[in-house]
């Protein structure tokens, strides 16, 4: 597609379980995120991948999330022994080299219960 | 630590006025801004950016102004239209293209007929 894709769309999962959300970039972008947005919060920056780069995963917020990205293509964050703090709306979004303004995808709402 | 801070949470504007949207940072390794926009269920949808170099860009009914000796910004919208209705990020990259975003908490703009 011409767009960043995400999937699933939805996510419920039990407490505990582990959890994989994946990325689609645009085809031919170096750059990729992952962004979360809590319920009634701002995009909280989890991790950034920049090419060949050693990616910047100061944004995330424990052990339990890990993220990779094989070349310039798919992404996943896993999320394991998920907790209800970790409900959100994940958003991945994508750019070229050189070009800051990052085009994001529509985004997995996950909810743990 | 918010590096990027928008203060106010909401701003209700009728049609045809001005919209006024401010955000403040703190980093001053900061040199690029950048607006977004987002409507519910969707993902951020660029809207415009400004480079530390300018104190104004300006695109159809946007105009973003830099403030860099106060590390502000605001994003003007004139004349403002209900389609406009939307929650607006502002975010920041230390370096175009290389760096990550980072993101305000947002500002919902209501645009009432």
């Known amino acids: 597609g011409a767009g960043v894709s995400q999937s699933p769309s939805n996510k419920v999962t039990e407490k505990g379980k582990d959890v994989e959300l994946r990325c689609d970039p645009i085809s031919g972008h170096t750059a990729l995120y992952w962004y979360r947005q809590r319920l009634g919060q701002g995009l909280e920056f989890l991790i950034y991948f920049q090419g060949n780069s050693a990616p910047d995963k100061s944004g995330l917020p424990s052990d339990r999330f890990s993220a990779e990205r094989t070349g310039e293509s798919v992404s996943t964050l896993t999320i394991q022994r998920t907790q209800q703090e970790d409900s959100a709306v994940y958003l991945c979004?994508?750019?070229?080299?050189?070009?800051?303004?990052?085009?994001f995808g529509q985004g997995t709402r996950l909810t743990v219960v | 630590d918010q590096q990027v801070k928008q203060n106010s949470p909401s701003l209700s504007v009728q049609e045809g006025r001005i919209s006024i949207l401010n955000c403040d940072y703190t980093?001053?390794?900061?040199?690029?801004f950048l607006w977004y926009k987002k409507y519910p269920a969707e993902g951020p949808t660029f809207l415009i950016s400004?480079?530390?170099?300018?104190d104004k860009n300006e695109d159809g009914r946007f105009t973003v102004f830099l403030n860099k000796s106060a590390k502000h910004l605001s994003l003007h919208i004139v004349p403002s239209q209900p389609g406009d209705s939307a929650v607006y990020f502002c975010?920041?990259?230390?370096?175009?293209?290389?760096?990550?975003?980072?993101f305000g908490t947002g500002t919902r703009l209501l645009v009432s007929p």
């Open positions: 400004i480079s530390s170099i300018k």
């Open positions: 980093n001053s390794m900061f040199d690029y």
């Open positions: 979004a994508s750019s070229p080299l050189g070009f800051s303004s990052a085009f």
């Open positions: 975010a920041a990259s230390g370096r175009a293209g290389f760096q990550k975003l980072v």
